[in-house]
């Protein structure tokens, strides 16, 4: 399976995107690149999940989980168009610690 796009999933609720080809390969002893060369992310913001997508099919979803408790069931196909500037998921945060 080929995977074309990564979503960042942030601690403030942004979503940002990277297609996987503008992760350089590297090797195990190298430094690699640092990750707000590839994604423009806001002062103090901080990735809490990294998932790969190889396609945006409508019967896939993704299940998110705030430190308050509350639960969101979002279709993936939100996530096929974002801009460089991230979207925006709500204004719960997404903090897991």
Avoid: H
């Amino acid at each position: 399976m080929l995977f074309q796009m990564t979503k960042y999933y942030c601690d403030r609720g942004t979503v940002y995107s990277a297609r996987a080809y503008k992760i350089q390969e590297c090797t195990r002893t190298a430094t690699g690149t640092p990750l707000v060369q590839i994604l423009s992310l806001s002062d103090g913001e901080r990735i809490t999940s990294i998932i790969p997508v190889s396609e945006f099919a409508g019967d896939q979803y993704l299940v998110m989980l705030t430190v308050n408790g509350y639960i969101k069931k979002v279709p993936l196909s939100l996530f096929s168009a974002i801009q460089s500037t991230g979207i925006k998921l709500s204004n719960w945060s997404l903090a897991m610690s």
